[in-house]
């Protein structure tokens, strides 16, 4: 396939170089969105997203605000700049709708989340997955003779590795929360 050509004087430049290099590269944005808590809030803002194509990495959603009837919902997705200037846009064009915040771009935020992963095993391998627990400071909140169920929270990287660890000693089922975050520091 070629390119599209626009010609300039005596030499030819490709469509493509003339956009910026960097808004193709695909980054991963963490978004809070501040919503009225009421039927079909959520349900809109999903489609939103489901309707565009755009993907999401995470979805948590909770009133956070009993008395106002607020509810945050935290949703973590990938794009380019472009599609994320979008979304952004998009979202604050929703009634409902309050607040939107890029907590990537918007400076430094906490982020963590839950997951429960349970490990099946016997002799070394439930040494070893009860020592790799001590180190991540995962809970054990279950045990039988054949398994354990780990409890961790930290941010989503610390759970990916710790899943990775103990996929070889025998991870057999895992549940994730999603991402819950907040701003650092004063608003």
């Given at each position: 396939?070629?390119?599209?050509?626009?010609?300039?004087?005596?030499?030819?430049?490709?469509?493509?170089?003339?956009?910026?290099?960097?808004?193709?590269?695909?980054?991963?944005?963490?978004?809070?969105?501040?919503?009225?808590?009421?039927?079909?809030?959520?349900?809109?803002?999903?489609?939103?997203?489901?309707?565009?194509?755009?993907?999401?990495?995470?979805?948590?959603?909770?009133?956070?605000?009993?008395?106002?009837?607020?509810?945050?919902?935290?949703?973590?997705?990938?794009?380019?700049?472009?599609?994320?200037?979008?979304?952004?846009?998009?979202?604050?064009?929703?009634?409902?709708?309050?607040e939107v915040h890029d907590l990537t771009v918007e400076g430094p935020s906490v982020q963590r989340e839950l997951a429960l992963m349970k490990v099946e095993g016997e002799g070394e391998k439930r040494v070893e997955a009860l020592r790799l627990a001590d180190i991540f400071r995962a809970n054990v909140v279950d045990s039988t003779l054949s398994s354990f169920v780990f409890e961790l929270t930290g941010p989503p990287e610390k759970i990916d590795a710790f899943a990775d660890l103990m996929r070889p000693l025998g991870l057999a089922e895992m549940a994730r929360t999603g991402v819950a975050a907040l701003a650092r520091g004063t608003i």
């Open positions: 396939m070629s390119a599209l050509k626009i010609e300039q004087g005596s030499s030819s430049h490709s469509v493509y170089a003339l956009r910026d290099p960097n808004s193709d590269v695909i980054e991963s944005h963490t978004l809070t969105v501040l919503v009225d808590n009421e039927a079909g809030v959520l349900a809109r803002v999903i489609g939103l997203f489901s309707g565009r194509g755009y993907n999401i990495d995470s979805l948590t959603v909770a009133e956070v605000d009993h008395t106002g009837h607020l509810s945050r919902i935290t949703v973590v997705t990938r794009g380019t700049p472009q599609i994320i200037e979008q979304i952004k846009a998009q979202l604050g064009r929703i009634v409902p709708v309050h």
